[in-house]
């Protein structure tokens, strides 16, 4: 078997615009498809090696089978039956043993060394690295074994900032208007990458959760929003720098479960305005599901290996293995905004999270929220080695975790709150992040490439805590990556992060219509449903509204009113879109005055919008193009405006409706569009 040929029969399948040639990655690091014509000398020494080692295979698999596989079936089955006899178990005789003679589901052979090929080379290392991984974490948690035995817990550094407050954090020195502003000093300089492999199946919807509607105002999906935010940020950096030719980047990692519609979306959309090239997709492979202790593969049937989603922790290597990240390192990209999928109010805190990263030198900074005492969220906090401080490090705890790790030390009294503030004093992991582009790059450069460290989380049948109830697998999170930064730079790496109040920057949609009912039934306060995000969009923006000094009623949570079950606004409905404000300053200088009843609606849109003394009860939806310089004065709306229905119990409705359960009537509105460059005055009258 000759690795050189399989290179020359498959081709690797990069990201838009790249070519093998970009890459320099080692055999046992490739992506699936085949390998890498640049790397002769490695791969010849690794043909040797697999050609000599051929002889273990044909001990269990008859020469006329053998026969029927193709280069590459052979190489990796190859692998993994001498990973097995070396092991000592044959744990993974299930899978190869036992073939039918040639002649015999010949077919489903091919197929079951061809799936053995794609796993073994989507995974760095193969199938032998993740199986050997597997079997050392499943005994780990079998053991019961405690991963922070060596560590003890302490406060990171960070910086906790509020929209609201014109006031710097006694702590640690920065106001929010000067944070915004560090950021906008390096928003030129930025790239994005949004996590997005999982379905809708949550919220009981089968598509992409990129294409639910963030609001029934606009009907924007979720990419919609992220797109334009981009672009805002993009033309504001124009503006700083004079340099038109800026484009901030975006990738979306998906899975084969969303790749697809996700393409959909985009070439529907016409790319929501990005110009061709400038969003990349890549695409994260799913591993091998493991049936007992011992790592013993899953089989689906006896012809196809189960698999599972491996974690968001993928993005890393996937960034790595497409030469993205040394690509942009050399263009001079300074830092990575990593997004999940469905938090439309996020996208308010890049801009200071940004300037908190400049201004502190973070190398990484998670976006925070305030956390409960006991709630189940993870919490970002600094691990303290008690022997050695090189593997100290700032990362996210998980909540079954920080309870015992804190309960373990000091006062030995666990995850309670500061009396002061009523809250936890670890800041709650919003898991979003802002990584510097120099750290980020030599990181990935390591031995690891980019592969956070996994985990299992097996569901045990009994106390025994030998066999499972269902298949598991390793698993990775994004925000595993401080332990590579440690790794790779021991303590000199910068880890911090900045907190937001949560009606700011935290309100995702993950949860069905029916769990969210079921949450707020037992005194829950943030369902996560469709609704409570699209609520929580509103509310913020009233709250703006409101700090730019508009006579305006900001929703507290007693005067929430259930709609389908869900506590919501009563409104005002307010959408300002990132084509009209993404920074405090902009929402302050272009409104003044007003006032706005709770039944209205409004939304606006426009770089060169202003609005003064706006008295609205109704709807009003204005949008304004590039180049038109308008501003609406003391203008009065009275109309019937928008309201909601809810759908009645057992109605037949498609599943975007279903997940809020309602509709928007959109009774009556005043609805002006501009386009044409120029410069418009809009008086009282409209």
């Known amino acids: 078997t000759s690795i050189k040929n399989i290179a020359n029969k498959n081709s690797v399948v990069l990201a838009n615009g790249f070519t093998a040639t970009h890459l320099n990655l080692r055999p046992s690091f490739l992506p699936r498809g085949g390998s890498l014509d640049n790397s002769k000398s490695a791969l010849s020494s690794s043909s040797a090696a697999i050609e000599s080692d051929v002889g273990p295979a044909l001990e269990v698999i008859s020469q006329d089978n053998w026969d029927l596989l193709s280069d590459r079936g052979k190489a990796a089955l190859s692998r993994l039956i001498l990973y097995d006899m070396s092991s000592g178990n044959d744990g993974q005789k299930h899978v190869y043993g036992e073939w039918p003679e040639a002649g015999v589901q010949d077919e489903e052979k091919r197929m079951l060394a061809e799936q053995i090929a794609d796993l073994d080379g989507s995974y760095p290392g193969g199938l032998p690295a993740y199986l050997s991984k597997a079997k050392t974490l499943l005994k780990e948690s079998a053991d019961g074994s405690n991963p922070f035995e060596e560590f003890e817990a302490s406060v990171p550094e960070g910086e906790s900032l509020s929209f609201e407050d014109p006031n710097a954090n006694p702590h640690t020195g920065m106001t929010f208007t000067e944070a915004e502003q560090a950021g906008l000093t390096g928003i030129g300089d930025t790239v994005f990458v949004l996590v997005a492999g999982g379905l809708g199946e949550r919220l009981g919807y089968s598509g992409i959760k990129l294409s639910l509607e963030t609001n029934l105002c606009t009907n924007k999906c979720y990419l919609e929003v992220y797109a334009k935010y981009i672009q805002a940020m993009q033309r504001m950096a124009h503006l700083k720098t004079g340099k038109d030719h800026i484009r901030i980047p975006l990738v979306i990692m998906t899975s084969g479960d969303t790749d697809p519609l996700t393409r959909k979306l985009l070439k529907d959309n016409n790319n929501f305005g990005f110009d061709e090239g400038q969003v990349i997709i890549v695409k994260q492979d799913k591993v091998c599901a493991l049936k007992d202790g011992n790592a013993g593969l899953s089989m689906k049937s006896k012809w196809e290996i189960e698999t599972k989603p491996h974690g968001h922790g993928d993005v890393h290597h996937l960034l790595y293995r497409e030469g993205l990240v040394d690509k942009w390192y050399n263009e001079g990209k300074k830092h990575v905004i990593f997004l999940q999928d469905t938090n439309a109010l996020v996208i308010n805190s890049v801009l200071p999270t940004l300037g908190v990263s400049i201004a502190k030198g973070f190398h990484m900074n998670s976006i925070c929220i305030p956390r409960l005492a006991g709630e189940a969220a993870g919490a970002i906090a600094r691990l303290e080695h008690k022997t050695d401080p090189e593997k100290s490090l700032v990362i996210n705890v998980e909540y079954n975790q920080l309870d015992p790790l804190l309960s373990s030390q000091g006062d030995c009294k666990g995850d309670v709150a500061d009396p002061s503030t009523g809250y936890s004093p670890y800041p709650g992991n919003a898991n979003n992040i802002v990584i510097e582009m120099g750290a980020y790059a030599r990181t990935l450069r390591g031995d690891d490439q980019g592969v956070v460290i996994e985990f299992v989380n097996p569901k045990y049948k009994d106390e025994t805590r030998t066999e499972f109830k269902k298949p598991t697998r390793l698993e990775c999170m994004m925000q595993d990556i401080p332990k590579l930064f ?100 902009e929402v302050v200088e272009k409104i003044e005055g007003g006032k706005i009843t709770d039944r209205s609606t409004l939304v606006l849109e426009g770089e060169d919008l202003k609005v003064k003394n706006l008295d609205l009860d109704g709807a009003l939806v204005i949008r304004t193009g590039h180049d038109c310089d308008v501003t609406v004065d003391g203008l009065v709306v009275r109309n019937n405006g928008y309201d909601l229905s809810e759908v009645p119990e057992g109605a037949d409705v498609q599943e975007e409706v279903a997940i809020r359960g309602y509709t928007m009537n959109k009774n009556e509105a005043m609805e002006i569009t501009i386009t044409e460059p120029g410069k418009y005055h809009i008086g009282a009258d409209g």
């Open 486 to 585: 440690q790794k790779e730079m021991g303590s000199e790496v910068n880890i911090g992060f900045t907190m937001f109040d949560r009606w700011f920057t935290f309100s995702p949609a993950k949860n069905s219509l029916e769990a969210g009912v079921e949450d707020v039934g037992k005194g829950g306060t943030a369902p996560g449903t469709m609704s409570s995000a699209e609520s929580d969009k509103y509310i913020q923006n009233q709250r703006k509204l409101k700090f730019a000094g508009v006579d305006i009623n900001v929703t507290e949570e007693k005067d929430l009113v259930p709609v389908a079950g869900i506590p919501v606004t009563p409104g005002p409905r307010v959408i300002l879109c990132p084509g009209f404000a993404i920074t405090q300053q």
